[in-house]
């Protein structure tokens, strides 16, 4: 399965990941749009957590064993068994965060505005992730396991 490698030697902060990612994942697509007009905002399903000098991107892993999914109260989260992926039915979200406490990376967040969670989708609908189509300095690496990542 194909999953975001993150390489934090190479992080600078500069949080593109995280604005490509809200604006692949609002309504109009549009950055404008997406940060000036659309109310509530959408969150983005990656976000970078600084301490000093590092920066690392934090996002899901889509892990072979999640905890979030066998977590998961209503089962709003599961593991598709073609992608790999762990997918998000919202219909199912009821928004009580028990995934947020399991997932070992944080990478989950809470979205209060909306009653339900915020993940990475892996932008499925794209060849590659928001975040790593728009990332300068290659800190995310859209890949298989052991290639190139």
Request: hydrophobic share 35%; net charge positive.
């Amino acid at each position: 399965m194909k999953r975001v490698h993150i390489r934090e030697e190479v992080c600078v902060t500069c949080r593109r990941c995280e604005v490509y990612c809200t604006v692949e994942h609002s309504l109009s697509r549009d950055i404008i749009k997406a940060y000036k007009k659309e109310r509530p905002r959408l969150l983005a399903r990656v976000r970078v957590q600084e301490r000093g000098a590092l920066s690392v991107p934090v996002l899901c892993r889509h892990c072979d064993e999640p905890s979030c999914v066998f977590a998961c109260l209503t089962g709003a989260l599961r593991k598709d068994p073609e992608t790999g992926a762990v997918v998000l039915n919202r219909e199912k979200c009821v928004g009580c965060w028990t995934c947020v406490l399991f997932c070992p990376h944080g990478a989950i967040t809470p979205d209060p505005q909306r009653h339900i969670i915020a993940k990475c989708d892996l932008c499925s609908h794209l060849p590659v992730p928001a975040c790593v189509a728009n990332c300068p300095n290659e800190a995310l690496i859209f890949a298989e396991e052991g290639v190139g990542a």
